[in-house]
């Protein structure tokens, strides 16, 4: 009876993907801007109902904790600033 240290093992080499040379980052790029051409009235809108119910910027540019490096700064949404009270 052989145990499994005493069975060698097999390395298996994979090929690349056929769909490859690119082809698939072209399908990417293709579809995903597609898709933020059909949802830009939906972001425009969002973004005006935004702008023409809340004060302030539509985004808003606030602080992060960054690594070693101090404060770090990045964009987000209005709801997410301090002291905003949410009216629902």
Not at 34 to 63: C, D, Q, T
Request: glycine share 10%.
């Amino acid at each position: 009876m052989t145990t499994l240290a005493d069975q060698k093992t097999k390395t298996v080499h994979y090929e690349k993907a056929r769909f490859g040379d690119g082809t698939k980052r072209i399908f990417d790029v293709l579809v995903s801007a597609l898709g933020l051409l059909i949802l830009s009235p939906v972001f425009i809108a969002i973004a005006l109902y935004i702008k023409r119910n809340s004060p302030g910027p539509v985004f808003y540019r606030g602080p992060r904790a960054g690594l070693d490096t101090g404060p770090e700064f990045g964009y987000t949404d209005p709801l997410k600033r301090q002291g905003f009270v949410r009216m629902s």
